[in-house]
Structures are given as structure tokens and as C-alpha cells.
């Protein structure tokens, strides 16, 4: 996330525009570095997939072992394993 307000702050060196620009960058691209596409480009599709993929992979982590954890309990008979493995 340091790196593209860097970049918008850089483009207002001219040298870092001429430097940028002799190594191929088109100035279209740099045109189009600004704040407006960070927030709508960047910053928004990556928040969102960030509580997404979080919700569901933790989720589906904690589900699991849960799940694991319910099935080895289903299986003992003896009160005193079970309380073992229930406080672990």
C-alpha cells in the first residue's frame, strides 16, 4: 500500500517523470496514477477480498477443526478423556 502513494507523490518530480518515462512507462499510465484509481483500482477490490477470503478460510479452518475435534469426542467412552479432550 506504500508503494502507489509513493508513486503519486513521484510524478510531480519532473525527473522522476523523465526517468520513468525513458524506461518505458507510458504517460498514460502515469497520467492515470492518481488517487482516485488507488481508492477504486486498489484500495476497495483488495479490502474486499481481504474480508472475503479471510471470513471464509479462517472459517472453514475453525469449522474443521471443530468438526475433527466433535468426531474424536463421538468416539471415546471413557468421562475422563472426554473432559481432557474437550479442555485442550
Same mark, same amino acid.
Given at each position: 500500500m506504500y508503494y502507489i502513494p509513493?508513486?503519486?507523490l513521484a510524478k510531480a518530480?519532473?525527473?522522476w517523470v523523465k526517468a520513468a518515462v525513458s524506461l518505458g512507462v507510458s504517460?498514460?499510465?502515469i497520467d492515470a496514477l492518481n488517487?482516485?484509481?488507488f481508492i477504486t483500482k486498489n484500495l476497495i477490490p483488495v479490502?474486499?477480498?481481504n474480508i472475503v477470503g479471510?471470513?471464509?478460510f479462517v472459517g472453514m479452518i475453525y469449522w474443521f477443526v471443530y468438526?475433527? +475435534? @466433535?468426531?474424536?469426542l463421538s468416539g471415546i467412552s471413557n468421562q475422563a478423556? +472426554? @473432559?481432557a479432550l474437550k479442555d485442550a
Open positions: 509513493a508513486g503519486i518530480n519532473p525527473v504517460p498514460e499510465k488517487w482516485g484509481t479490502t474486499l477480498g479471510g471470513a471464509l468438526l475433527h +475435534k @466433535k468426531n474424536k478423556e +472426554k @473432559k
